[in-house]
Nanobody, 120 residues
Framework: VQLQASGGGLVQTGGSLRLSCAAS????????MGWFRQAPGKEREFVAF???????TNYADSVKGRVTIAKAGADTVYLQMSSLKPEDTAVYYC???????????????WGQGTLVTVSS
């Protein structure tokens, strides 16, 4: 499956953004959709995942309570972010796999990334 992430931009501290990830086809029920991010000079890190069949979600501690991952139709997942902080600045990637994992290598399909910049 091909993934297209969008919705990034420049936002002030405390602001909100909604990222979207559109798949090239219907997302199968066996799929786990994830969001990861990579800040300059840092490794890619887990943000959230959603198991498509059950709706089960998991969030990184660093974003818990500020971020929501959810379906937006049969082929799209979004990441609603609020109370953004400068440390949330990163390129955000959506990914698809079959394991409910927080490890990037467990996801087999990746979008191109969308840049989120939070100004202080």
């Amino acid at each position: 499956v091909q993934l297209q992430a969008s919705g990034g931009g420049l936002v002030q501290t405390g602001g909100s953004l909604r990222l979207s990830c559109a798949a090239s086809r219907r997302i199968y029920s066996s799929t786990v959709m994830g969001w990861f991010r990579q800040a300059p000079g840092k490794e890619r890190e887990f943000v959230a995942f959603l198991r498509w069949s059950t709706g089960r979600t998991n969030y990184a501690d660093s974003v818990k309570g500020r971020v929501t991952i959810a379906k937006a139709g049969a082929d799209t997942v979004y990441l609603q972010m609020s109370s953004l902080k400068p440390e949330d600045t990163a390129v955000y990637y959506c990914a698809a796999g079959v394991q409910a994992s927080t490890t990037a290598r467990d996801f087999t399909s990746w979008g191109q990334g969308t840049l989120v910049t939070v100004s202080s």
